[in-house]
């Protein structure tokens, strides 16, 4: 079992930043691909990004593009999301995801609660 939690959402004016953090417990945190992913109200959960089990590939949404930044730290078990120029279509609850594999998809082995990420215009 690997137990996801997710912290530092909030409210945030359009253009500001909010940085995201996932702190991984359980299994080998190093073994898995992590992702985030979003939902946002009455819409689907949708792929943000996610990076491999060494760092070295990373994907986006294209939308996020530019704005989002990916990272984590295997010596914490922690997985971050810098998000800059944040738009209010950006609005969303952000899951964090962990999977067995070379990236994080929405079939992810494990899941965190989320965090509210609310931008205003």
């Known amino acids: 079992q690997v137990q996801l939690v997710e912290s530092g959402g909030g409210l945030v004016q359009a253009g500001g930043s909010l940085r995201l953090s996932c702190a991984a417990s359980?299994?080998?945190?190093?073994?898995?691909?992590m992702g985030w992913f979003r939902q946002a109200p009455g819409k689907e959960r949708e792929f943000v990004a996610d990076?491999?089990?060494?760092?070295?590939?990373?994907r986006y949404k294209d939308s996020v593009k530019g704005r989002f930044t990916i990272s984590r730290d295997n010596a914490k078990n922690t997985v971050y999301l810098q998000m800059n120029s944040l738009k209010p279509e950006d609005t969303a609850v952000y899951y964090c995801?962990?999977?067995?594999?070379?990236?994080?998809?929405?079939?992810?082995?494990?899941w965190g609660k989320g965090t509210l990420v609310t931008v205003s215009s």
């Open positions: 995801a962990a999977e067995l594999g070379p990236r994080a998809t929405s079939r992810a082995d494990y």
């Open positions: 359980g299994r080998t945190f190093s073994n898995y691909a």
């Open positions: 990076i491999s089990w060494s760092g070295n590939t990373i």
